[in-house]
């Protein structure tokens, strides 16, 4: 594949979690003191949504979601969800002329606690695992505050039809 000229204007946000409901964190290169979970867009516009999560997973964190060196999306829970929101303006310059909303699907990844995070240099200074309650009010985007805030009853909730 090759990396478009500008940003596509859908993306993913993927919360990584533990069982006991601990998050994974990471902060920004270019904003300090921002905290998010993974994100990030699509790198073609035929990309499939899981495949996108999971090459982020691995450039943001290390984590690898893979069987047989191809993504596996059933370690990823799609929430079949997705978020319409502006585009931070100190980003718009990433994307076409014109474009200033972005659809943003979330999904969600359970990890052991004690999984090696290799953070991405060029990307995030720092990690940290905070109880979701406590990372939610450490988020930025309002989008990913809400996802982690969501993460006790999508837990109980069972996996829609098809996407396991």
């Known amino acids: 594949m ?19 409901l601990d998050v994974l964190l990471i902060e920004r290169v270019d904003k300090p003191g921002f905290w998010q979970s993974v994100t990030g867009s699509k790198d ?6 899981a495949f996108t999560a999971a090459r982020e997973v691995a450039e943001e964190t290390g984590i690898l979601i893979t069987r047989g060196g191809a993504p596996a999306p ?3 829970r799609d929430w079949l969800q997705e978020n319409l929101y502006d585009i931070y303006p100190v980003w718009r310059h990433r994307y076409a002329p014109g474009v200033t909303r972005n659809t943003e699907h979330v999904f969600s990844l359970q990890v052991p606690r004690d999984i ?21 009010d450490q988020c930025f ?4 505050a809400e ?18």
């Not at 596509?8 to 006991?20: A, D, F, K, N, R």
């Not at 985007?141 to 990913?144: G, Q, R, V």
């Open 141 to 144: 985007s309002p989008s990913n």
């Open 74 to 76: 059933s370690d990823l």
């Open 147 to 164: 996802a982690i805030l969501q993460l006790p009853a999508r837990l109980r909730a069972p996996e829609p039809p098809g996407t396991t």
């Open 2 to 20: 090759t990396t478009p000229q500008f940003k596509i204007p859908e993306s993913v946000l993927v919360v990584i979690h533990t069982t006991e």
């Open 44 to 49: 073609a516009p035929d990309e499939p949504l």
């Open 116 to 136: 090696v995070i290799t953070l991405s240099a060029r990307e995030h200074t720092q990690y940290q695992w905070l109880p979701y309650h406590l990372a939610a």
